[in-house]
């Protein structure tokens, strides 16, 4: 997948990096993208405001649309979507986690 940035007119911005996908040979798809506002603050000026969710479990924090040094998450999950609390504080992920299979 990619992420594709506009302004508020339509105009291309740029593509996000999606640097949770290096060293993964696999496809994966994403599924959430989601930016705090920031209505209720920030309680930290460095605190990644912007996520990335796919489904294969890897989440991508970022400062902004500029951040090179991106928090990357491996969750385990089979990832169906991410959310920001209000405040902007934490991240919920939501998905399933798959049972390996046993051999009797």
Same mark, same amino acid.
């Given at each position: ?8 007119? +339509? ?6 990096? *999606?640097?949770?996908? &290096?060293?993964?040979?696999? %496809?994966?798809? @994403? ?17 990644p405001t912007l996520?990335? +969710? ?6 991508? *924090?970022?400062?902004? &649309?500029?951040?090179?040094? %991106?928090?990357? @998450?491996?969750?385990?999950l089979r ?26």
């Open positions: 997948g990619e992420v594709h940035l506009y302004d508020c007119n +339509g105009n291309a911005i740029t593509k996000l990096p *999606l640097y949770c996908m &290096e060293g993964n040979s696999g %496809a994966a798809n @994403i599924v959430g993208v989601d930016w705090y506002d920031g209505l209720e603050g920030h309680s930290d000026p460095n605190a996520a990335i +969710g796919l489904d294969n479990g890897r989440v991508q *924090l970022m400062r902004g &649309e500029s951040d090179e040094k %991106a928090v990357l @998450i491996h969750t385990s990832t169906t979507r991410i959310k920001w609390n209000t405040a902007g504080t934490v991240l919920a992920v939501a998905g399933s986690q798959s049972l390996a299979a046993t051999v009797y």
